[in-house]
């Protein structure tokens, strides 16, 4: 993981950068599936309260060089500029960005009430919590090419480390473990 391409969203007046960025990370997930990636993975180096409008991809030189050799971006390479490769700079700090998930969703309440599990006076009460207790981390709204249906990824950054941490990645370039060099 020495070295990384930024792709930076370009503004544009009638497409938002969120729209854009979700789009462009649809592309990677897939590209990354494709390639039964573990060893690839993604920051987003201008996060504050969202995500903002670079998407770091950080791996090996060639590893880099063979994402970008499937032309996994296609026709959304007109709204970003794409990086070259470069070598990650000596003095960086290290961050684990993860998936946060909720442990109180509407499918896991539906799962409870097909199974029996809870009566309608304990649905709306989950409910009434469920809403309480709602996720405030910057988020990717995907469509699963599967269902066709749109889901929420939310990410989760680690406080700043010292030392870089082993690990995999997951096809969508986080993990709960490995570090992505920060800076």
Known sequence: MDYY???TIEPDEEVPIFFIRN???TKLHKALHTLNANDIGVSFPNYK???GDV????ASESRLNELQATNWLGGLKGYCEVGE?????DDVQ???VSRKQSTMTAAKLKRLIKRGSINDEEAKQYKAKMFTKGLSNPYLELKSTSSGNNYRRYIQ?????ENSRAGEFDHFGLSKTATI???
């Open 5 to 7: 391409i930024d792709l």
């Open 23 to 25: 789009k462009i990370y």
């Open 49 to 51: 309260l969202k995500l």
């Open 55 to 58: 998407i770091r991809i950080h």
């Open 85 to 89: 490769i470069k070598p990650v700079p």
């Open 94 to 96: 290290y961050r684990i």
């Open 157 to 161: 950054f680690s406080e700043l480390l």
């Open 181 to 183: 060099s920060w800076f």
